[in-house]
């Protein structure tokens, strides 16, 4: 089914921040929430055995290891993209299973537009280190390099505000849209070339949105935390410092508490709660992915709306 942005503001940066402010709703899809955790879950779970197999001097097992969490987590969030576009763009949300089939067919796309951002990058880097090495000549150098200097500042600041403020946030959701990897680009290059401070301050905007989130779920773990871990000494009366009741639900495990300053005790009540509370971590972590994602969603909807209509997936896959 061919994805539509008819309807959708153009250039209007209140019915945009609208837009954006209504991702908040993403919360309440269950199953882009389920796969986020799900991806959290599985990627630390890896990470964790990389440390571990890293600790024990097996560095090939680490680096597989490492390498699976990458991919986990890359086509996790993709996964739930691909669901939070669905929800975007007013269409039926497709089952968790059928995201993920898409996501491994479309993840090469986001590489390629991502490998070929960084090129350019690496491109502008070349030549203002060109130019500073230009430089060092000893008559002309001190021009040169009084040219060099505005220049390059100019160029790399401007490469960043670009990678920050276009190409991360607007890629992604681009081929969630179902756009090709042409379409992406020309879309990026229009956004920087003609909206980048509107792209810019969208993003901004946010990242705050995202922060606030991520407060709110911070402030309900550490209340819920100190009220479940006085509770639990008083009515369970496990004898374990409140310091590891806490640290849980701040992603510590076992091995970390003790360079982290927290009283190690190994007692069951201790492992119990450092699996719950990482279970409540990771809710913590997952909820304002889940506004993010949603909102570059709604930030694509919303600047690109005059971007070229993505072709249907047989077409797509012919103009690769």
Do not use: K
């Amino acid at each position: 089914m061919r994805p539509t942005t008819s309807g959708l503001p153009q250039g209007d940066p209140l019915a945009a921040l609208s837009r954006l402010l209504a991702c908040v709703d993403a919360v309440r899809q269950g199953r882009a929430l389920f796969a986020l955790l799900f991806t959290f879950c599985a990627a630390g779970l890896l990470l964790a055995m990389a440390g571990s197999s890293l600790s024990a001097g097996a560095t090939a097992w680490a680096v597989v290891q490492g390498g699976a969490a990458l991919f986990v987590a890359f086509y996790g969030s993709n996964t739930t993209g691909l669901l939070l576009m669905d929800h975007a763009l007013g269409r039926p949300v497709r089952e968790v299973g059928d995201a993920l089939r898409d996501a491994l067919a479309l993840g090469h796309r986001l590489l390629a537009v991502l490998l070929l951002a960084f090129g350019l990058v690496a491109v502008a880097v070349g030549l203002v280190a060109a130019a500073l090495y230009a430089a060092r000549l000893p008559t002309a150098g001190p021009v040169l390099f009084a040219f060099a200097v505005p220049l390059g500042v100019l160029l790399l600041g401007l490469a960043a505000l670009v990678m920050g403020a276009v190409v991360g946030p607007l890629a992604a959701p681009a081929i969630w849209a179902g756009c090709t990897v042409r379409q992406t680009l020309a879309m990026l290059l229009r956004q920087a070339r003609e909206r980048l401070l509107l792209s810019a301050l969208m993003v901004s905007a946010l990242g705050a949105l995202t922060a606030a989130v991520a407060a709110l779920s911070t402030f309900v773990v550490l209340t819920g935390g100190r009220a479940v871990s006085a509770m639990a000494v008083l009515v369970t009366g496990v004898d374990v410092p409140p310091q590891q009741l806490m640290a849980g639900l701040f992603g510590y495990g076992l091995r970390s508490l003790a360079p982290a300053g927290v009283p190690v005790t190994q007692t069951p009540h201790g492992v119990a709660a450092l699996v719950g509370g990482g279970l409540v971590f990771v809710l913590a972590l997952a909820l304002p992915g889940l506004v993010y994602l949603r909102g570059v969603c709604a930030l694509y909807l919303a600047v690109a709306a005059d971007a070229p209509a993505p072709l249907p997936a047989t077409e797509a896959q012919g103009a690769e």
